[in-house]
């Protein structure tokens, strides 16, 4: 058995472990798998967290008879007689000891108005977009299968979500994980604006499951390209996504969900943009 406990990592981390853990309380995922399984998944982890912090302690056949791995982590991994300790750095180690008088009011509040201007800034640029995969066509019966989402701008790709099921897993493990998949697709969002590339079947879906998980739906700005190339591109005979990248010249694979992410974006911001250049180059 293993436990996975996470801190300031991206909400797409969270998403992506609960195909294998079972998320028993915020950033805390706990699981049984094989020593191979669980090394690919700290480097998973790894790789993923960013800045973030992670502490993975498992089973382990040695005195202690556990072990434990962190990535990030203050506090110092030690070994004492062969026996793992965690160091904690005195206070007197650190790089830097903050002033016992602090800052001055008037500089709090100029840092304050410059951090809030710059993140007005960074996020006026930025824009979710979604794509779902599903079992069949009708919300009430059919099972979501992927959800798939990226932050982007017109230029660059800032944050990925992803989360995937299968089609043989049981209703109470496919409950389980699609109802900690949506906590942390709502999370991901962030209060942003979501475009879908077909609003009323996606909405729909994402919503049916909401019900059925006693989970509320928060995506209050949201668009639909479809919608919009209809207003636009009203020559166009079909506005679904593959129609409209034939129509602007965009080549994707959209095999996956996050291809197909991707592309409702490039498609999005051809049809918004005022010089019509590429993007994504």
Excluded at 79 to 97: E, H, I, S, W, Y
Excluded at 149 to 178: K, M
Excluded at 188 to 198: K, S
Excluded at 237 to 245: A, F, G, P, W
């Amino acid at each position: 058995m293993i436990v996975i406990s996470l801190s300031n990592c991206p909400p797409s981390l969270r998403g992506d472990l609960t195909k294998w853990l079972f998320e028993i309380s915020t950033n805390v995922f706990v699981g049984r798998m094989s020593g191979r399984v669980r090394d690919e998944i700290w480097d998973r982890i790894v790789s993923s967290c960013k800045n973030g912090r992670a502490i993975m302690v498992f089973g382990a056949s040695n005195e202690q008879r556990f072990d434990f791995r962190v990535h990030n982590g203050e506090w110092e991994l030690a070994d004492l007689d062969g026996l793992k300790v965690m160091l904690r750095p005195l206070p007197g180690n650190q790089a830097f000891t903050e002033s016992k008088y602090g800052y001055s009011k008037a500089s709090k509040y100029r840092k304050s108005k410059q951090f809030s201007r710059t993140k007005q800034s960074e996020d006026a640029d930025k824009i979710v977009f979604v794509a779902i995969k599903t079992t069949g066509p009708d919300p009430g019966s059919d099972r979501l299968l992927s959800i798939g989402s990226i932050i982007a701008g017109e230029n660059n790709v800032y944050d990925t979500f992803l989360w995937e099921s299968s089609c043989d897993v049981t209703v109470s493990d496919y409950n389980c994980y699609v109802k900690s998949a949506l906590i942390g697709f709502f999370d991901f969002l962030g209060g942003m604006t979501v475009v879908f590339e077909d609003i009323s079947r996606s909405l729909s879906f994402i919503e049916a499951e909401c019900n059925r998980q006693g989970i509320e739906t928060s995506i209050e700005k949201r668009i639909s390209l479809k919608s919009i190339g209809k207003k636009n591109l009203y020559n166009l005979k079909r506005h679904d996504i593959k129609s409209l990248q034939e129509y602007y010249g965009i080549q994707s694979d959209n095999n996956d969900t996050l291809s197909e992410c991707l592309s409702i974006a490039k498609v999005y911001y051809k049809m918004t943009s005022d010089n019509k250049q590429p993007i994504f180059k």
